[in-house]
């Protein structure tokens, strides 16, 4: 009986790791709650977020499509494209990172994502905030970016 628990909580353990994307918390941001949007999402005190999405990869597409796909939606949008930089995930995923600037109501906002494709699903690192406040906590969110598990 002991043997059979033990083999059911792994199971769920396992189970509940891939249904669930995590990255580290950057320091001086609060983890929030988990909500139907979101696997994951800080925040820090003068509103710079990131946040972390997993989608089906329906239609079934790679990294080219998808990072294309979001860059033409963001651009009918109104964001402007800054940079495309490769990414990797802490666990070796290649990915393609999207960098923004919106400017919005006299001030910049800064946008990024970082998107990593695997057969079964989309994972997109979203990380933004007003550019005065985002600038100098970059290499913290790059970092959080960086330690994220793809699986």
């Known amino acids: ?11 769920v353990g396992l189970l509940g790791g891939c249904a669930t994307t995590q990255l580290d918390t950057p320091t001086g941001f609060a983890s929030h709650d988990e909500s139907k949007t979101y696997d994951f999402r800080a925040s820090d005190g003068e509103g710079v977020v ?12 790679d990294l080219l499509y998808w990072s294309s796909t979001i ?20 666990d070796g995923h290649a990915g393609k990172q999207l960098r923004y600037v919106l400017h919005e109501g006299g001030r910049e906002m800064v946008y990024w994502l970082s998107v990593f494709v695997t057969d079964a699903r989309v994972i997109v690192v979203e990380a933004g905030g007003d550019a005065a406040f ?3 906590k970059a290499s913290q969110v790059e970092a959080a970016i960086g330690s994220l598990s793809v699986g």
């Open 1 to 11: 009986m002991k043997r059979s628990i033990w083999i059911i909580a792994a199971l």
């Open 50 to 61: 990131i946040a972390v999405r997993t989608e089906k990869n329906r239609p079934s597409g």
């Open 71 to 90: 860059d033409v939606q963001l651009r009918k949008s109104g964001y402007e494209p800054l940079d495309r930089i490769d990414v990797k995930s802490a």
């Open 134 to 136: 985002f600038e100098p």
